[in-house]
């Protein structure tokens, strides 16, 4: 027990660590598309940029607006991280092992993934200010478009693999393809439904600056606003290793534990998955620098009426296969 | 065994994440709602008639997704059924929409 409690805490510190790298390669990926340098002057390049903005956050003073749900804004701050974290102990690094997995275990991360989209509608709802109110509204409309999209991908991935685990969907990669071939489509469908849940441009319109200051969170302030902060950096870092492993093969691919570099495979294969979430996260970066803020009712037409047909199409195109 | 895991894991993010919102400054103040410029109200709920279809193929489809990924793992034809309906229930959602929106 204590040994799994260890691996526990390497996987939240690791992480906690890769989660602000890749906030900080975001950063700088999106200042060179805009012709920026980006961030360069806490450490190397910049690169401890998220921390000392993390740590800055987290010192500032808590300043809620009179008549709000404070407890509730505390409990969501926290549980935000939280479970964040508990889906990242899901996700196998350099194998097929992760801290938990169990039977099933893809379908509870959907339905997690969710809840915490939930916790923010309602600390939205329960700071007494408009906009909060305007950006909590609005990411109803977010989660309407995308969770259907994200779902069918996922469920194409299971009607793939015939398996709802993480392992599951490993083990079969291991045969050498990586789903992404079966499934371009729904690699799109998820690719577009995790800008959505992190609120990336063109799906940022719950934290729209110039419409509604700073959306939801406008009036969350100081240790509040860096757990919501942190969660949004863990949830990015967690979505592009999801769709890293169900769609590009995770540490599996191009080829895993090769029998002569026996004590080198477990870096290797890390390796491999880190260059993969880099790739995501690009094509995340790079969509959200050649777009535009779409309006909310652009978004839920465009998941409805482009998003889940060809996802669904991919499923339906899936499940015909297989039935051959 | 994996319940015991699962509960002892969500304990300690809990206490991980506690322990980060504790690191942060405990100053807190109350200030009225943050205006730019001039005082706006309260917003009132918008409704807009066309967002039920939405709603209500939102929850359809929730529940479906679900039952879809759990009974693609055995190879039947009611899957494909199922979600042949959903697709062409999609294109009245279309008529409906176009102008309205």
Redesign the interface.
Known sequence: ?IF??AI??VW?ILSFIFALYFEWFDRKVYARFQNRIGPQITGYKGILQPLADLIK??????????GSNILFI?FS???S???T??IL?FIPFYDFNA??S?NGD??LL?GIIVLIDFLIILTGYFV????S??GA?RKVGMI?SF??PF??S??TI??IS???TIRGTLSFQLLGIPLIIFAPLSFIAYLFSSMAMIEKVPFDAPNAESEI?AGWS??IS??NL??FK?SSNLKMFYLASLGAILFLGGPVLPYFNNPTLSFLNPILNFIMFFIKISIIIFLITMIRSITARYRI?QV??FF??TI??LA??N??LI??F??G | M?II??I???L???L???I??L???K????????H?GER????K??YKVPWIY??S??IA??AA??L???T??S?N?I??VF??L??LS?LF??KE?END?
């Open positions: 027990m799994k409690i526990i805490l939240i956050l987290l010192k500032k003073e808590s300043i809620f607006p009179k505390k701050a926290i549980s991280v939280a479970l974290f508990f102990l801290p938990l169990f893809l379908i959907f007494s200010s408009p906009y109110n305007e509204a309407i969770e259907i779902g069918i996922v469920a299971i009607a015939q398996s709802i200051v406008t009036e100081g240790r860096a757990l942190l009712d839920i037409t409805w009426k889940i047909p669904m199409l499923l339906i499940i015909i297989n039935l | 994996i895991e699962v002892l894991s969500l300690i993010v809990y991980i994440s506690f980060i919102y690191f942060g400054s100053k807190t103040r109350y200030s009225d709602t943050y730019c706006i109200e309260e917003p709920v918008k939405y709603a193929f939102f489809f929730d997704i679900v879809v990924a759990i693609s793992l190879l034809i899957t494909l979600l042949a959903i697709t999609l959602i279309h929409e929106i």
